[in-house]
């Protein structure tokens, strides 16, 4: 039993062994075709560097605003006994827009208009009265003169003519006051009749939102129809902190909305707020856009992109060129004839999209876009297109003498 065992273990080990080399020898021998000086290349895309106009623009999302936008309400209460305009509908300045029921202000303005012509038939009487006085306190004044009137006469005739001449005094008032009211009472009149009133623009304005019906019982300021100028819009936009200093007015933006995929509008900045929101560390920006066809309005949701600086003959590469070796920033460039990569650290300008502008150093050649976390400077790379490079020793490929793949013709007969 002994010796069996002892052979077992022998034929073991010798299975062992032999696995051993096999995977020994698989690990060690690499194909010559794959290397170069040791190192296996390292198959990389490559794209050109470009020379083109790079812009740097920044995208902001925001909100249609009117140019302007106000509330028509009733300045005195009562109820709505006309609505002349609805939804939609265009008005110009002074234009009715509704009528209250005016007879209880139509009353208000008769009995003023009453009380007015007391007031003057009350004048009237008191220069009368005045006229009389004065006549009298003039003669008793004669005779008192010539020593004919006593001193009591003459003290009752002018405490006559003053109280006369104070009356009028008052008549005069009353008279102002009886027409203060009746002009009040016009005025509470006219405003049965409200228009459509703003001081900017002669141009129309449209109706956008009716807030009461006919028959509505309403109080002073309650709110009637909203008035609407859409011949401009505004774009309302925020921006961080990062592109506020870059944003000034007087710049154009290029406005997109949904609702016209194909189609863009181009605006003014008008308006930068000079300080940022302290919760959201943003500005608001407003941009006037002319809207004469009335495609845009308020309310729509709108992408704005705004340029911020334009080179021309810019050199100009991959975003996805760029790496980072040893805290610096740089791309490879290919060597294509000696099928290595050369790391090149470089200085960056705008980067826009999936483009980036290398200001340092000049750059000519090809960059590599793919496969380059794995080179270092000086790796080998081999192309898409290229053919392995030949073993030490043995001719290229289709050269005569090299070896040819079993089943390939040879070039004799």
């Given at each position: 039993m002994s010796m069996k065992k002892a052979l077992v273990v022998v034929v073991i080990v010798a299975i062992l062994g032999l696995i051993g080399w096999r995977v020994y020898r698989k690990v060690t021998q690499e194909p010559e075709s794959g290397r170069q000086g040791g190192m296996r290349a390292v198959p990389v895309a490559v794209e050109p560097v470009r020379t083109e106009t790079i812009r740097d623009?920044?995208?902001?999302?925001?909100?249609?605003?009117?140019?302007?936008?106000?509330?028509?309400?009733?300045?005195?209460?009562?109820?709505?006994?006309?609505?002349?305009?609805?939804?939609?509908?265009?008005?110009?300045?002074?234009?009715?827009?509704?009528?209250?029921?005016?007879?209880e202000y139509a009353q208000q303005v008769a009995q003023a208009n009453?009380?007015?012509?007391?007031?003057?038939?009350?004048?009237?009487?008191?220069?009368?009265?005045?006229?009389?006085?004065?006549?009298?306190?003039?003669?008793i004044k004669e005779l008192r003169t010539q020593k004919v009137a006593s001193e009591a006469e003459y003290d009752a005739a002018e405490a006559g003519y003053k109280a006369a001449e104070a009356k009028q005094q008052?008549?005069?008032?009353?008279?102002?006051?009886?027409?203060?009211?009746?002009?009040?009472?016009e005025v509470r009149l006219s405003y049965t009749r409200i228009l459509a009133a703003w001081e900017d623009t002669d141009g129309k304005r449209v109706i956008a939102e009716r807030f009461v019906d006919v028959g509505a019982m309403l109080r002073a300021n309650d709110p009637i129809v909203s008035v609407v100028d859409v011949s401009t819009v505004t774009a309302v936009v925020n921006v961080i902190e990062r592109d506020f200093p870059e944003v000034g007015v007087g710049q154009l933006a290029t406005v997109t909305?949904?609702?016209?995929?194909n189609?863009?509008?181009?605006?003014?900045?008008?308006?930068?707020?000079?300080?940022?929101?302290?919760?959201?560390r943003q500005a608001r920006v407003e941009i006037e856009i002319p809207n004469a066809e009335g495609l845009l309005a308020p309310g729509m949701f709108v992408r704005t992109r705004i340029q911020f600086a334009e080179h021309k003959d810019a050199t100009v590469v991959p975003v996805t060129a760029l790496v980072q070796r040893e805290g610096r920033q740089g791309v490879f460039l290919a060597d294509t004839k000696e099928m290595k990569a050369r790391f090149v650290p470089v200085k960056l300008g705008i980067v826009s999209g999936d483009?980036?502008?290398?200001?340092?150093?000049?750059?000519?050649?090809?960059?590599?876009?793919?496969?380059?976390?794995?080179?270092?400077?000086g790796s080998p790379i081999t192309l898409p297109d290229a053919r392995p490079p030949a073993a030490e020793g043995q001719p290229p490929a289709g050269a005569p003498g090299a070896p040819q793949a079993p089943g390939a013709k040879g070039g004799n007969p």
């Open positions: 623009v920044a995208e902001f999302t925001g909100t249609l605003l009117p140019r302007s936008q106000f509330i028509v309400a009733p300045k005195v209460p009562g109820r709505l006994e006309k609505l002349l305009v609805n939804i939609g509908d265009s008005v110009k300045r002074g234009d009715l827009v509704a009528e209250l029921d005016s007879e009453a009380e007015l012509e007391v007031s003057r038939a009350n004048l009237a009487d008191c220069r009368s009265a005045l006229d009389a006085a004065t006549r009298d306190f003039q003669r008052v008549a005069l008032a009353q008279i102002k006051q009886r027409e203060a009211a009746l002009k009040t009472a909305t949904d609702a016209y995929e189609k863009q509008f181009t605006g003014k900045i008008v308006r930068r707020a000079p300080v940022l929101k302290e919760e959201s483009s980036a502008e290398v200001t340092e150093p000049r750059l000519e050649g090809m960059v590599v876009m793919l496969g380059h976390h794995l080179l270092e400077d």
